[in-house]
């Protein structure tokens, strides 16, 4: 036996059993056992609370704090467990129980409906006792039938449907029951239906500012039955008395187009009820995935700073949007920077993400108000991802949290720190980084980048103002820099720009060339003493000095052969996939992982490893036989990891 039907046996063993007991009891106390029931929910029902939560921040998270969201899913769990045990109550409703318990708030609505002799489709969300609306209609005079659908568990629906035909209201099932919706309406009869929970099917419409799938059945029939549309929402007062408000029909508007006429209509139906949701928030069934079907989602890069790690970030980012794209779903990127309140704060992050839980994290937040700094906490609660994404180890316990608070897949690149690879959804690792076999884990060969044909097309077109190119032949050379195990000496840089003007005059080629934020004043000061006045140098930018933006890429765009310093993992990539022939000159004291991923490269003929005293046969070499270029194929190894996880 599988667990549905353990719940749908067990579920309905305990109803039949316990209903009577309920009834038996005051009725106030029924209802303060249903609360107690709604908080067991709460403290044991993990899923459905981290799903309530994450709706309610999508809601209202630009109003309300994470503990104040936290409060409200409680108030939620408490008024649902009182909406199911007030189900119990269905065979006790009558007039009088009616006349002392429901205030019905404009009922005259209704019957203004009826006088169109069209039919009348009274127009619920899934909200507070909705399960009344039956037993009310039908002690109110006039023929009701409800629109209903097959529940998960068929024991238990068949109860619940039990209980709803017991005051007399007819049931129409939503599988191929067309005609008895049309017999109703003809014979100027109710009908209640939803408007909600649209499912695959449904229509997109805006929901609290972002689109969802919202059932648009009552609005085709009114459209083409011109029955009237009447919105009701239900809220608990206080106790077991319940106030209905019965809006006014929804005035149809038509203006041939079919398909304009559902959405634009439907929209103006949700604008009724987020009215009332926002007015009794706790009333709302916030447990299903509203906006599960959404056409449009938020992408967050949490950027470290480093911009080869932004870079990379940015690259996963746009792999997304065209994946989204395929789908029909459209996306919003917003990036933002962090900033640590000190040296000892990232460790303590870190430390902190290590001890939490899948779906503890919700609501508290404590780690990153005490790490962060206040405005890039305010920035990161006050918005609402659907796919985070980061780049290093700094940040990647961050993602974790901010995705667990969001209910958002986590897409984290590089090692996550000491984080397990497990709590995310993809890691994105380089094969020198050794990473560890798991589903999860998508391994490829350099660093990611936003390199590609038509990138690189409009970064040459944006260097063009900056360049007076005239040979066929143009080097592009990227100067890297010192880092915290690396140093680029300036004996080796002289050896290289020696080689370079051998090059150029052999082959009579002319330069770009850009030096990094990274870069010594030393070896600055040497390259413009030798290129600056160089009449074969076309380009020569110091970063630190007067840099340009498009000037990696747009010498990338503009060059035949590129020359790198050996010490960027990003930067080698990046010129790799700009398929253009790519050296990088050789040196000491590179780390054991940068070793293994240049010896990786050179062996698979992405780049040519060449010592600096061999570098200009090395291009002349090249440059004559013209081999074949090699390119990675890592964004199509990630774009397939990422449409697993969508």
Known sequence: MNRNSIIDYSGCILIRLFAPLIRSLPLNVSLFLGARLGELFYYFDFKH????????????????????????VKEFYRSFGQNIIEILFIPLVDKAYINKYIILESQENIFEGFKKGKGVILLAVHAGSWEFSNAICTNLGFAFNLFIRDQRYPRLSELLNAYRSRKGCKLIQRQNQTR???????????????ADQGGKTGTSVKFFGKYASMPSGAIRLALKYDAAIIPAFYTRVNGPYIKVFIDSPIEIKRTGNLEKDINDNLQAVVRVFEKYIS????????????????????????????????????????????????????????????????????????FSSCLAGKYHCQGCLWCLKTFLGDDVYSSLISIKPDIVITCGASVAPINYIISRENLAKSITIMRPSILNTKRFNLVVMSRHDRPPRRKNVTVIEGALNLINEDYLKGQGERIKSHLKINKELVLGVLV???????????????????????????????????????????????????????????????????????????????????????ESISMISEAVNSNKYVLVFDSPNLSKKHRRFL????????????????????IEEIWLNRPKVHTLGDELLVREAIKKIL
């Open 279 to 350: 007015k009794y928030p706790r009333e709302y069934l916030w447990s299903y995935k509203i906006w599960k079907y959404t056409k449009e989602q938020n992408i967050l890069i949490i950027s470290d700073g480093k911009t080869g790690h932004l870079r990379q970030s940015e690259a996963i980012a746009g792999i997304l949007k065209g994946c989204l794209k395929a789908q029909g779903i459209s996306a919003n990127i917003n990036t933002i920077e962090i900033k640590f309140k000190n040296r000892f704060s990232r460790f303590g992050l870190t």
């Open 180 to 194: 008895e919706l049309i017999r109703a309406l003809k014979s100027n009869q109710a009908i209640g239906m939803t």
């Open 49 to 72: 609370k981290a799903i309530s939560y994450a709706n309610i921040k999508t809601a209202f998270g630009a109003k309300l704090s994470p503990q104040e969201l936290s409060n409200l």
């Open 599 to 618: 010896n990786y490269f050179a062996k698979n003929k992405y780049i040519y490893l060449v010592n600096a005293y061999d570098l200009a046969g090395k």
């Open 480 to 566: 890297g820099g010192d880092t915290k195990f690396f140093h680029l000496s300036k004996d080796l840089m002289q050896e290289i720009a020696r080689q370079i003007k051998l090059s150029l005059e052999k082959l009579d080629a002319e330069l770009l060339i850009t030096t990094s934020r990274r870069t010594s004043g030393a070896v600055e000061s040497l390259l413009k003493e030798e290129f600056l006045n160089y009449h074969r140098c076309k380009l020569l930018i110091i970063a630190n000095e007067k840099n340009i933006p498009e000037a990696v890429d747009g010498i990338l765009a503009s060059s035949k052969i590129i020359i790198t310093s050996p």
